[in-house]
């Protein structure tokens, strides 16, 4: 099997440095990344296209549809990892932000530990796991990931470190 894994075009949050929403849409530019990527996708077989529930990815997705006419499968399996909702609106790097990161990072190796109603590593490591466990179930022979930067991050690591998967790797990719 061929797992083509696409990042989502450019969404209004990612231009503003606004940590988002799932409901945050695709700018212009986003638009014609997605346009883009679609056709390239032109001249590659692809069996299916997955994609996260997100509207950024999902939008993303539907152009490699429109492109390739390959059927479209919504997994919320593959969707962005869950940030408090403390943060969605916040400027990233902001000390509001930072405060609350560096308080989830001092906790980052308890599985149990949440500062409100985020998705903590343990959790998007498992996630990333069944979505791989997933594909491997599948009969396709090419497939058009559609997903986010840390989800894609996680997922690409634990497909390279295995167990070994660790927060300050997640950091360092």
Do not use: C
Request: aromatic share 4%; no cysteine; net charge negative.
């Amino acid at each position: 099997m061929k797992v083509y894994v696409v990042r989502h075009g450019e969404s209004d949050a990612n231009l503003t440095r606004i940590h988002q929403s799932g409901e945050t849409q695709l700018t212009e530019t986003g638009i014609k990344q997605a346009e883009t990527v679609a056709e390239r996708f032109k001249d590659i077989p692809i069996n299916v296209i997955i994609s996260s529930s997100l509207a950024r990815a999902k939008n993303t997705a539907e152009k490699i549809h429109q492109a390739t006419n390959a059927p479209l499968e919504i997994n919320d399996i593959i969707k962005e990892m869950k940030r408090p909702s403390e943060v969605i609106g916040l400027t990233m790097g902001s000390d509001e932000v930072n405060k609350i990161f560096d308080e989830m990072i001092a906790h980052e190796d308890d599985p149990s530990w949440h500062y409100s109603n985020e998705e903590n590593f343990s959790e998007i490591k498992n996630r990333a796991q069944e979505a791989l466990n997933m594909l491997a179930n599948r009969s396709d022979e090419n497939v058009a990931l559609v997903s986010h930067s840390i989800f894609m991050r996680v997922l690409i690591g634990i497909m390279t470190f295995g167990e070994k998967m660790s927060p300050q790797m997640l950091r360092d990719l």
